[in-house]
């Protein structure tokens, strides 16, 4: 049987990519045991986006954060995301989490 964490991040119409237990230097809250990382494949997110964002004001990145941050609260979690600033390592956190490896360009790459 699936976890219910992962279930619901699959409702809301996301993929877990994978997951990673935190660790010291992570730039992730103290709290926090584990982290999911989270993303989409194909294009039902985008046919979401294109359904639910207010055309005059809502950006991908805006709309992201009203749904993820939902997700997260519903989840009792916390959203964090590749555009926020500082910027976090999330390129590092796929490779821990098994959801990408570094390419002989230097590319990070979904398998």
Known sequence: MEHPVLTAIRRAGFVPFGWFEIAPGDFLPENA???????????EMFRRFARERNPACDTLDQW????????????DAIAVYPFSKPPLPFLTWARRAGAGFISPLGLNIHP
């Open 64 to 75: 992201t954060e009203d749904v993820v941050g939902a997700l997260a609260r519903d989840l």
């Open 33 to 43: 045991r584990f982290a999911i990382l989270i993303g989409n494949a194909g294009p």
